[in-house]
C-alpha cells in the first residue's frame, strides 16, 4: 500500500536517472512494465502451475481409493491433465515473450496477453490441484503444498494491470491499432492531414480485407486444406488450422473496427472476446514453436495435441461470439459466412486425448521432469513436497512386487485384506521374496505418511 513519512528528504542525486531524472518517474515505471510484464508474473505463475502438476501427478499415484491409485479414476484424469496442458503452453508463452524482451523489444501487446492469461491459468492449475488433493489441501499445517500459493493467487491476478481491465480494454484495444498494417498510418495521415499518405493507407487496408475474406472463406470450406505447412508430419494440421484462424481473426477484427470505430473500446464483451481469441492464437503458436525446439520429441505429442485441441476451440468460441453479438447484423451474418461457412467446426478434447496426457504425466518420468524444470525439488525431509516425491518414487519402485501381491489375490491364492497384512502372508506362501516385500512395506509405510493431514497438541 502507500509509504508515509513525515519530512522525507530526497537528494536529487538520489532519483533514477539523476537531476535530468526528476519529474519522469511515472513514464520510466510505464516504459519499465511492458518487460516486467513479459518476465515476473508469467515466471511465477508458471512455477505455481510446475507446482500443481508435480505435486498432483505424483498424489494421484500416492493416494489409493477403492485399491487403486486416484489417478485411475477419470474423474481425476480430467483436471491432472488439464494441469499438465496448461504447465506446457505456460512454458511456450513465457519463453517466446522472454525472446521478444531478449532481443531489445518492449511487447506492450504480448507482455499484456503472458500476463493475464498465465496467471489465469495459474489459477485454475492450483484450483484443480486443490480439487485432486481434497482434504491435503485444505487442512494447514507444514505438510500442506498449496495453502500459500493458494492464497497468494489474488495477487498475480491484480497487480501490474488486472486481468479484468486487460482482458477488455488492453490486449485488443492496445493491439488492433499498434499491430495492424494500415490503421495506425491511417490515423496518423488524418491527424497530420496527408490526404496522399491517407489514400496509400486506405486503399491498402482495402485490399488487405478482400485478400483476408478470400483466404479465410476458402480455408474455411476446406477446414484449413488449403493452407501450407512449414513441417510435415503429426504437427501440420495444427499450422493449418492456426493459419485459418488467422485469417478469421484478421478479418472480424476488421468488420468490428469498421462497423464500430472508436466505439469498439467501449465494447468490452467484443474487445474481451476479440482479446481471447488473439491470445489463444499467440499461445498456441508458441506451443507448436516450443515443441519444435525441443526437438519435436514423440512423448510430448500428446501435451501438444490437447494444447492446440484447446487453444482452437477456445478460440472458435471467442470468434462466433464476436459474430453473434456484433450491432450490425448484415455485416456480422456476411462476415459469417466467409469466416464460418459451415457454422462452428471445433471439437472439444476427446477423452483419448484427456487419457494421453494424464497417462504421460503419471508414468513418463521423462516427460513429467520436462513439465516441471523450472522448480525446487526438496529433499525427503521436506514435510511437503519433498517427502511426497520420495514417497512417489518408492512405490514406483514397488510396482512390480505390489502387482505380484494383486495377482495373487485375484487368482485367489491370497485372501483379500490389507496391504501389509497380505504382503505377510504371500512371504509365508512364497509368492514374494524378502526384497520385494521390504520394497512393498517402505512404500506403504511412506504412503500412509504423506497422505496424513498435519495435526498439533492442545
Not at 276 to 287: E, G, H, K, N
Not at 342 to 351: C, E, K, M, Q
Request: one cysteine or more; glycine letters at 10%.
Amino acid at each position: 500500500g502507500p509509504v508515509f513519512g513525515d519530512d522525507v528528504f530526497v537528494p536529487l542525486d538520489y532519483i533514477i536517472g539523476g537531476r535530468e531524472g526528476a519529474g519522469n518517474g511515472w513514464r520510466m515505471l510505464m516504459e519499465s512494465l511492458a518487460a516486467g510484464r513479459s518476465i515476473s508474473l508469467p515466471s511465477q505463475s508458471l512455477g505455481a502451475a510446475e507446482l500443481a502438476c508435480r505435486s498432483t501427478s505424483a498424489y494421484a499415484t500416492v493416494r489409493e481409493q477403492f485399491g487403486m491409485p486416484i489417478g485411475k479414476f477419470e474423474g481425476v484424469r480430467e483436471p491432472l491433465a488439464r494441469i499438465a496442458g496448461h504447465a506446457y503452453f505456460m512454458n511456450a508463452g513465457r519463453r517466446l515473450a522472454f525472446g521478444a524482451v531478449d532481443v531489445g523489444e518492449k511487447p506492450s501487446v504480448i507482455s499484456a496477453v503472458v500476463k493475464a492469461y498465465l496467471t489465469e491459468g495459474s489459477r485454475l492449475c492450483i484450483n484443480d490441484a486443490m480439487d485432486i488433493h481434497a482434504g491435503a489441501a485444505i487442512c494447514r499445517g507444514p505438510g500442506n503444498i498449496f495453502t500459500r500459493p493458494y492464497d497468494a493467487m489474488p495477487i498475480g491476478i491484480t497487480v501490474e494491470g488486472a486481468n479484468i481491465l486487460t482482458r477488455s480494454l488492453i490486449v485488443f484495444g492496445q493491439g488492433a491499432i499498434r499491430c495492424h498494417p494500415f490503421v495506425l498510418d491511417e490515423m496518423q495521415a488524418i491527424t497530420g492531414g496527408d490526404l496522399k499518405a491517407f489514400d496509400a493507407a486506405f486503399f491498402g487496408h482495402i485490399g488487405h480485407i478482400a485478400n483476408n475474406a478470400a483466404r479465410a472463406f476458402a480455408l474455411g470450406m476446406t477446414g484449413g486444406g488449403l493452407a501450407s505447412s512449414p513441417l510435415p508430419g503429426f504437427e501440420a494440421r495444427h499450422y493449418k488450422d492456426l493459419s485459418r484462424f488467422s485469417a478469421v481473426f484478421a478479418l472480424i477484427s476488421d468488420v468490428a473496427l469498421g462497423t464500430l470505430g472508436g466505439a469498439l473500446k467501449r465494447k468490452e464483451y467484443l474487445s474481451g472476446r476479440l482479446s481471447d481469441a488473439f491470445a489463444w492464437i499467440f499461445l498456441a503458436s508458441a506451443t507448436l514453436k516450443h515443441f519444435h525446439d525441443n526437438g519435436r520429441p514423440q512423448n510430448q505429442r500428446a501435451l501438444l495435441d490437447w494444447t492446440c485441441t484447446h487453444a482452437l476451440l477456445e478460440t472458435e468460441r471467442a470468434l462466433l461470439g464476436v459474430l453473434a453479438n456484433l450491432p450490425n447484423r448484415f455485416a456480422a451474418g456476411v462476415a459469417k459466412l466467409l469466416t464460418f461457412p459451415f457454422g462452428a467446426t471445433r471439437a472439444a478434447l476427446t477423452d483419448r486425448q484427456i487419457d494421453a496426457v494424464a497417462e504421460a504425466v503419471t508414468t513418463d518420468m521423462d516427460v513429467r521432469d520436462t513439465l516441471t524444470a523450472d522448480i525446487f525439488i526438496p529433499g525427503p525431509a521436506d514435510p511437503g513436497l519433498g517427502a511426497l516425491e520420495h514417497a512417489f518414487r518408492r512405490i514406483l519402485d514397488a510396482a512390480p512386487a505390489r502387482a505380484k501381491l494383486d495377482k495373487a489375490r485375484r487368482d485367489g491364492r491370497l485372501a483379500k485384506d490389507h496391504v501389509s497384512a497380505m504382503t505377510t502372508a504371500a512371504l509365508d506362501a512364497g509368492i514374494l521374496s524378502s526384497t520385494e516385500g521390504e520394497l512393498i512395506a517402505e512404500a506403504e509405510r511412506l504412503r500412509d505418511a504423506v497422505i496424513q493431514v498435519s495435526n498439533f497438541d492442545p
